[in-house]
């Protein structure tokens, strides 16, 4: 399975994004799928999860109201709005799939990873 993120640039604080991960089989509605960002020096940091169905999310705290996970099988699509964003969301974000055959989501324990798209909140 390969993933393809998209959607990354810059953007003052408060504005908006929205990220895309395209997975290449259509097999994508056996996967969990994850969002996890990277700044330099740090270690990858889940942000958002979502079930193989799309109907369980989980997020972290720091982005919670702000940031919706959302997924189209039919499109092999995984997608992060990010709303009212903060200088601190700055970071490389990735796309992680994770074969399950369970409809629970998963905060690691990934099986591949796209290789990110750069996102700078200026202030």
Known sequence: LQLAESGGG??????????SCVA?????????????????GKDQQYVAAINRYGTST??????????TISRDNAKNTVYLQMNSLKPEDT?????????????????????????????????
Not at 58 to 67: Q, W
Not at 110 to 123: C, F, H, R
């Open 10 to 19: 810059t953007v003052q604080a408060g504005g908006s994004l929205r990220l």
């Open 24 to 40: 290449s089989e259509d097999t994508i509605n056996t996967f969990a799928m994850n969002w996890f960002r990277q700044t330099p």
């Open 58 to 67: 989980l997020y972290i705290p720091s982005v919670e109201g702000r940031f």
């Open 91 to 123: 970071a490389v974000y990735f796309c992680a799939a994770r074969k399950t055959i369970s409809d629970r989501v998963f905060i690691d324990g990934m099986d591949y990873w796209g290789e990110g798209t750069p996102v700078t909140v200026s202030s």
